[in-house]
């Protein structure tokens, strides 16, 4: 019988409706109930390509005696995080604070008011490797709770006061400068990987946010370095196994230093960023194989994880079945054998594949299997033409196995980190499909998650707004991507939805005494802390985030107090910009992009033209372009602009002063040009 889930629009609360677990959402109801039972509440965090989320609810939610217990104990409560963002930022930040790590599944006990007072991530069946059991655990709690009702309460209420009294060591009411930027770029060279690019050692995540910060800081400088590693470690990630070499688009991260096995689930958000990363790189430098990477995942995108509705799906599983075993395994889909090789392409193309792709016999992932790559030597010698067909026909291959599952549920946020890269790379390469792609994803954005008053709905599913408010960083995203499609596209309609979702951010989330930012609205719900977080994570931060789209309307517009936001924003970033840089990478781009000015491009003349294309390539950091017709524009840096002898004209100011307006192609592009 199905639990109270059945109903529910996200897909990973629907993964749980048929568990015997009697699951609650997360709603006053679930805790009005355990107040009236006398029991403590189960919170359960996941999401639905959650590799270790699936493994636990089969071992644990699925045991029908398991599911017996927490029935007869507790109110258990099913929380999915890419919904409740605020609910899983207030508990995980707990959870590290107790035990020192984080991870999904989150795994917490609450009181009926909500207190956390045990937590963990993942518990096994039976105990194993020093790690207690799930049922261990549950009747631990259990008993304690009836046994030591007392000490569990003030244990509760000590860790809430803790949380609440937590202050963020803001930098200063000072924005960042040169100095501050180059403490970052020393740091970022200290943790970097000069052997295998990125920073760090196992797991590697790709650094989006950083490399960005690093593009933009060649840009304003000229700084070589900072270009070196941007461009090595993304050339490192293209050809490693995080990058999926046949149907493009990237994995969550590697699980070695080297990028070669990746925890396969792709997200969408990985791939907006990183989109939009290769083709700033291919901007700054003409690679190749940026170029390639860039529409490649583009194309992923628009092909794999597009919706009906012209949203774009949160994730792919990681996991799917294995053609021979019939088992849901991780990697299935997308790793080979020589054998298969072989089935595929006959002998002599196999032994060209498997040197070009790294596939060995005794295999670079599991039981013999190897996940695709680009060897570094590049040592292989072959016809391209062959090359590509053996590609054809391995993705083709690759299309009769069974797929990964789809997260269908569109995010606001995630939408916005597409429609900006989306848009950009279709501008940039003469991709009109891709700018088309991006508008309809703005166009379901508008129609369904924004209500009368422009506030944003957090996901939808199907066409249907989702019952879950935006968060800052939905604001901050989606204004970050309507802000693209006004400088791609010209219209002016983007520009204004831009600025009623940035004056909800000034309204709702900025504390206007502090000059800091919440993640969640004045009037959102209520719970033990009001999260606040300037670090980035797998997304940029909602708060540096939106700092960058302030800072961009405020070069469209003119409008002094969404730049004066921004700048007092980023205050933060003089603080941890130097001592934590690979944590707050976007903030250091848009530092960057204030040290730069930044510059704003009037193009007056026809969208889509040289110059306007010219513009957009302009690598200067955070410049603003808009572009159209002398008269009738809706966009205010074309006021008062006209062309210049009959023909096209751009016009290009920062700090409140100007260049002189120039007709010529090779004259705007040294006006936008690094470390003028």
């Not at 194989?289 to 794999?304: H, I, S």
């Not at 944590?583 to 704003?600: K, N, S, T, W």
């Amino acid at each position: 019988m199905p639990n109270r889930l059945a109903h529910e629009t996200s897909p990973y609360l629907l993964q749980h409706a048929d568990n015997p677990v009697d699951w609650w959402p997360w709603s006053d109801a679930a805790f009005e109930q355990a107040r009236e039972r006398g029991v403590p509440v189960l919170l359960s965090v996941g999401y639905s390509s959650c590799h270790w989320c699936h493994v636990m609810a089969h071992e644990s939610f699925e045991d029908a005696g398991t599911a017996a217990f927490l029935n007869e104990h507790f109110v258990n409560i099913k929380v999915d995080r890419e919904e409740r963002p605020d609910v899983d930022a207030v508990y995980m930040e707990a959870v590290q604070a107790a035990t020192g790590q984080g991870g999904w599944p989150m795994t917490v006990f609450l009181t009926p008011d909500a207190e956390p007072f045990y937590f963990g991530t993942y518990f096994p069946p039976e105990p194993r490797h020093g790690m207690p059991s799930f049922q261990q655990v549950a009747d631990g709690v259990r008993r304690a709770w009836a046994d030591r009702r007392d000490e569990v309460a003030e244990v509760a209420g000590k860790i809430v006061r803790d949380l609440s009294e937590r202050q963020l060591a803001f930098g200063a009411d000072e924005l960042p400068g040169e100095e501050e930027l180059n403490q970052a770029l020393l740091g970022l060279t200290r943790d970097y990987d000069a052997t295998r690019g990125g920073f760090g050692g196992a797991p590697k995540f790709p650094p989006s946010m950083v490399v960005e910060f690093l593009l933009r800081h060649y840009a304003r400088t000229g700084g070589e370095g900072a270009l070196q590693m941007a461009a090595d470690t993304c050339e490192r990630m293209a050809r490693g196994g995080i990058y999926d070499q046949l149907g493009g688009g990237f994995a969550r991260y590697s699980v070695d230093r080297e990028w070669v096995v990746p925890h396969f689930e792709k997200m969408l958000y990985d791939n907006a960023l990183l989109c939009r990363v290769y083709a700033h790189l291919w901007r700054t430098t003409g690679s190749g194989l940026a170029r390639r990477v860039a529409l490649e995942t583009a194309d992923f995108m628009v092909r794999e994880l597009r919706t009906n509705e012209g949203g774009f799906a949160s994730a792919l599983d990681a996991d799917s079945e294995d053609p021979v075993t019939g088992k849901h395994v991780e990697g299935a889909y997308y790793v080979w054998t020589p054998e298969q090789l072989r089935e595929v392409l006959g002998d002599a193309d196999a032994e060209l594949a498997a040197v070009h792709f790294g596939v060995t016999e005794e295999g670079t992932f599991e039981e013999g299997a190897s996940v695709l790559q680009l060897p570094q030597d590049d040592g292989v010698l072959a016809d391209s033409e062959r090359l590509a067909s053996i590609r054809e026909r391995l993705l083709a291959a690759r299309g009769e196995r069974p797929a990964p599952g789809r997260d269908d549920k569109v995010v606001a946020a995630w939408n916005g980190l597409a429609i900006a890269a989306l848009a950009e790379v279709g501008a940039y390469f003469e991709r009109p499909d891709l700018v088309a792609a991006a508008v309809a994803a703005g166009d379901l954005l508008v129609r369904v998650h924004m209500d009368d008053r422009a506030r944003l709905s957090r996901t939808s599913k199907d066409g249907r707004m989702g019952a879950n408010a935006g968060v800052l960083e939905d604001y901050a995203d989606v204004a970050e991507g309507f802000l693209a499609l006004a400088s791609v596209t010209g219209e002016g309609v983007w520009l204004e939805f831009a600025g009623f979702l940035l004056d909800h951010v000034l309204g709702q989330f900025f504390d206007a005494d502090s000059g800091t930012l919440y993640d969640t609205a004045v009037d959102a719900e209520r719970l033990i802390r009001r999260p606040q977080d300037p670090t980035d994570n797998a997304v940029p931060s909602g708060w540096t985030a939106a700092a960058g789209a302030l800072l961009s309307y405020a070069a469209q517009t003119g409008a002094e107090p969404h730049r004066a936001a921004a700048e007092r924003a980023l205050g933060v970033v003089k603080g941890l910009g130097p001592r934590a840089p690979r944590f707050i990478g976007h903030g250091l781009a848009v530092a960057e992009a204030v040290l730069d000015g930044p510059r704003e491009v009037a193009v007056v003349g026809p969208v889509g033209g040289e110059l306007h294309r010219t513009a957009l390539l302009g690598a200067a950091p955070g410049a603003v372009v808009a572009a159209g017709p002398a008269e009738g524009s809706e966009l205010p840096l074309l006021a008062g602009r006209g062309l210049v002898g009959g023909l096209p004209a751009a016009y290009v100011c920062r700090r409140f002063v100007c260049d002189a307006p120039t007709t010529a192609v090779e004259e705007l592009a040294a006006q936008l040009s690094a470390a003028r």
